[in-house]
């Protein structure tokens, strides 16, 4: 089986996939293997698919009256 060697990891990102390993029961290779699985299956839009995707999300919300997140978190704040 192929394998791959990073150098020069900053420390701390090793410690937190440590810890990530620990809490999900598996070696830090487990964990490092299932995080490249998943990276590598995940599919990916392309510009044109983002923008198409974009435009249908402006279509549903199209008319629709919306608060200024803003002004709520002010008024929260001064309470």
């Not at 150098?7 to 620990?22: P, Y």
């Not at 070696?27 to 998943?38: F, K, N, P, T």
């Not at 044109?48 to 997140?69: H, N, P, Y």
């Amino acid at each position: 089986m192929p394998q791959i060697l990073v150098r020069n990891l900053d420390e701390k990102v090793v410690r937190r996939l440590k810890d990530l390993a620990k809490r999900n029961g598996r070696s830090l290779q487990a964990e490092v293997r299932q995080i490249l699985e998943q990276a590598s299956d995940e599919p990916k839009l392309d510009h044109a698919e983002a923008l198409k995707l974009a435009d249908e999300i402006r279509r549903r919300f199209a008319g629709r009256r919306v608060s200024d997140s803003a002004e709520l978190i002010r008024e929260d704040r001064d309470r």
